[in-house]
Every structure is written in C-alpha cells, then in structure tokens.
C-alpha cells in the first residue's frame, strides 16, 4: 500500500519561509515523478510544483515560479518543497501525490496517490 506523509507545514508570516517534506513509501519512490498542488479553502485543488522520478525535470506554476523549489532525495524516498517569499495568497492545504499515471505533470489526473496534506498559513 502506497502512502504519502506531508510534513512541515505551518504558520509564518508574509516573507517568510517553509519548506515541505513528503516521505512515501509503499513502491519503488525513484519510479515515479512526484508533485505538489494545493487546495485554498473554497477553491479547486491546483498545481503548484512536480519533479521528474530522477530529478532532472521540476515544473512549477507561474504563480510560485521563482519563489518555490521542488526537489527530491530517492534515498530517503521523500520529495521535498521549498518555500521562500511566502506570500498570503500560498495559505492552502498542500498535498503531496505520486505520479503513476500518463498525463502532463501538472495534471492532478495524472497521479494515483496523494498525501492527506499540511496546512500553510501566511499571515500579513
């Protein structure tokens, strides 16, 4: 069984940084690309960051482009991301999911598995 555990998530104000933890297991990690989308209260789930399984590829959202790093350790099996000039508008719930499925990265149809998520707030 397949399981994703986001960590890192929090509280910090406008400026500040995060960074995000996602350790899977449960199938080969190195396997698969990986991604982050995040879910603002009454809002659709969205595409934030993806990383290929060897981490030559990152994709990111033009929103956080510049801002948020995606990166991954297939030793550790965890996906990590990186958070910097945090701004209010990044408060969400942010889930991890593994991509076991065709589709483009930023597709959340394109992943089977995902994480129950870690809630970021920024405050002004």
């Known amino acids: 069984q397949v399981q994703l555990v986001e960590s890192g998530g929090g509280l910090v104000q406008a400026g500040g940084s995060l960074r995000l933890s996602c350790a899977a297991s449960?199938?080969?990690?190195?396997?698969?690309?990986m991604g982050w989308f995040r879910q603002a209260p009454g809002k659709e789930r969205e595409f934030v960051a993806a990383?290929?399984?060897?981490?030559?590829?990152?994709y990111y959202a033009d929103s956080v482009k510049g801002r948020f790093a995606i990166s991954r350790d297939n030793a550790k099996n965890t996906v990590y991301l990186q958070m910097n000039s945090l701004k209010p508008e990044d408060t969400a719930v942010y889930y991890c999911?593994?991509?076991?499925?065709?589709?483009?990265?930023?597709?959340?149809?394109?992943?089977?598995?995902w994480g129950q998520g870690t809630q970021v707030t920024v405050s002004s």
């Open positions: 999911a593994s991509k076991g499925l065709d589709g483009r990265y930023s597709y959340n149809g394109a992943y089977d598995y």
């Open positions: 449960g199938r080969t990690f190195s396997n698969y690309g």
């Open positions: 990383i290929s399984w060897s981490g030559v590829g990152t």
